[in-house]
């Protein structure tokens, strides 16, 4: 496999940190995105993007400004909302995508935020498929139960507290998520603490994921340790012409321990996992 860094510029000037892994022989049958999740840094999934490479598929992975690579060596006070990611980062890096590639089926696989993010972007038509990991509504009483009890201690005290101590949401010093800018967890709060999730935002932004018809596979984890199934699906209810089909993973049956919330994409799950997320990347019908 071929890695590669990369920079890509927003519109509004920012720099994010991209990386490439390409097969050696140079044939890319398949473009697939990956969209992190909240708080989760592209390295953590660079061993399935090696994978994917090794199976013919390229792969473009990135940092939300502010998160990973993306990230100045200080947060305080540094200004990105979910808004910028998904409306500034995320065009961004598709044109750059879909630049490199522009002749193969492009994939968009999100994890969590990077999944919910998806409705959001201008001209989803350039993707010809969307897979999704443990993406759903995380409004706080669809959380799993462990983490709808921690819930109210997270949003009404660790977050409104450490962002004004600290000038930005210090997630690793508390065990929580990791660092985040202020903005960034503010409106992550707002959305955690309303029934419709991101939906708060308005009805623009509904009628945008309302428009949207790219098939969409959603995984649910059976043992998710954050999101509840029933939330997973309410995400969706924002697509309205979108053909959705869910696909649930159940450890016990797939002769694993546990998968969870972030196992989809680790070493572990590479035999029995991988090949599945292959499959569903490529599509129906579609040898993996």
């Not at 920012?14 to 892994?21: H, K």
């Not at 990135?62 to 995320?90: C, H, M, Q, V």
């Not at 999944?115 to 509504?137: D, H, I, K």
Request: positive net charge; proline residues 7%.
């Amino acid at each position: 496999m071929t890695t590669q860094t990369l920079r890509v510029h927003t519109a509004d000037g920012r720099e994010l940190a991209a990386r490439v892994y390409e097969p050696d022989d140079g044939e890319v049958r398949r473009a697939v995105l990956i969209a992190a999740a909240m708080g989760v840094p592209q390295r953590f999934y660079e061993a399935f993007a090696n994978w994917l490479a090794s199976q013919g598929v390229a792969v473009m992975s990135f940092d939300w400004r502010g998160t990973g690579e993306s990230a100045p060596p200080n947060l305080r006070g540094y200004k990105a909302s979910i808004t910028d990611w998904a409306t500034k980062d995320l065009p961004a890096i598709v044109d750059a995508f879909c630049a490199r590639w522009p002749d193969v089926p492009h994939t968009y696989l999100g994890h969590s935020l990077g999944g919910q993010l998806f409705g959001w972007l201008p001209q989803p038509e350039r993707f010809e498929r969307v897979l999704t990991v443990a993406s759903g509504n995380g409004y706080w009483r669809f959380n799993a139960p462990k983490v709808r009890l921690q819930a109210p201690i997270l949003w009404w005290v660790l977050a409104p507290v450490g962002i004004r101590l600290a000038g930005y949401f210090p997630g690793k010093k508390l065990g929580a998520i990791g660092d985040l800018p202020a903005a960034a967890m503010w409106q992550w709060r707002k959305w955690c603490l309303h029934p419709d999730y991101l939906g708060a935002e308005g009805q623009a932004v509904r009628a945008r994921y309302a428009q949207v018809g790219v098939p969409i596979t959603a995984v649910i984890l059976d043992d998710d340790e954050l999101l509840s199934p029933e939330g997973i699906r309410r995400l969706y209810r924002l697509y309205e012409k979108a053909p959705v089909h869910f696909e649930h993973l159940h450890p016990h049956q797939l002769g694993m321990k546990q998968i969870g919330h972030f196992g989809l994409f680790k070493s572990s799950a590479a035999e029995r996992l991988w090949p599945m997320a292959l499959n569903w990347l490529n599509g129906p019908g579609t040898a993996g």
